[in-house]
């Protein structure tokens, strides 16, 4: 018996083991035959996202953005045309069951809905540009605001990576209905704020110089603008300091910076006498217990 009778002869045997509802007949060799053209429509999704995503990151001439742009586009489409290829394969007649596919893709689109937001809101955000991978955004607000650097945007969330080597994955759709901070956006260039704090009796202008010149030493400090001291405000025990300064690489960390700075800052203080603040109270003592009365 050849090998074509022999396929043939297995096929019938399980096609028989089956069942049938209504004009459909459901036998393990469909069962087996829908699981064999699924697992080959993921190989071959998977194969040809590989193949979309280095044709993209050959073309030189488009930047990141678009790459990765063309990537989600081309890799939707992919999968569509799989799935097509796949129903029609299969002979499933979409016509014959409508009512039940319509009340299956209600509730698909019900309970998919949030991740067809994410994955719409994912494309609008490359097709803009307004956040795009290699980013430093800062999303939240006070002591529960997440800043790190934008490492991929992918089909349900973004994910961003804090100097603290944490991964957040952020739902597109929040990036899209939320305030963001892009550092990066228009430009790389950053302005930092130190605060520092001197003695009063101090010389103003040494402590200004010294100041300027710690900012100065720092490698990520830019010299052009140039850092720049200003005196904020005059406190209850201390003259108020503000040291501006700009860097071009907010991923690297910035709280890093302030400490170099203001450590720095320290010793040169000590080296030319510009004392540090610390909090100075006048108390009068209306009266001293055992001590006698005098009169008013």
Known sequence: MSIHKQVAVWTAKLDALGFDIGNYHVSLYWALLVVGVGLGVMVAGRAGN??????????????????LLGEKLAGVGLWLLLG??????????????????????????FGLQKTFGNLISGIIMLMDRS?????????????DKTVGQVNRIGIRAVSVITRDQIEYLIPNELLMTSTVE???????????KVPVGIAYG????????????????????????????????????????????????????VGNIRS?????????????????????????????????????
Request: no cysteine; glycine share 8%.
């Open 260 to 296: 170099d700075v203001l450590k720095r800052i320290w010793g040169l203080f000590g080296e030319h006498g510009v004392h540090l603040p610390y909090p100075q109270r006048d108390v009068h003592i209306r009266e001293w217990p055992g001590a006698p009365v005098r009169d008013s």
């Open 182 to 192: 892009n550092w990066s956006f228009s430009t790389r260039d950053v302005r930092l």
């Open 84 to 109: 097509l290829l796949a129903i029609d394969f299969l002979g499933i007649d979409l016509t014959a069951l409508a009512v039940f596919s319509g009340a299956l893709g209600l509730a698909i689109g």
């Open 131 to 143: 956040i795009k991978p290699g980013d430093v955004i800062a999303v939240g607000a006070g002591p």
């Open 50 to 67: 590989f193949l979309v995503r280095r044709l993209f990151r050959r073309m030189h001439r488009l930047d990141p953005t678009q790459q």
């Open 202 to 253: 101090s010389d103003v202008a040494l402590a200004e110089r010294l100041m300027l010149q710690a900012a100065h030493e720092h490698p990520r400090v830019h010299p052009d603008p140039e850092p720049s001291v200003w005196l904020t405000a005059f406190g209850d025990s201390a003259i108020q300091f503000e040291i501006q300064l700009w860097i071009d690489d907010p991923e690297a960390g």
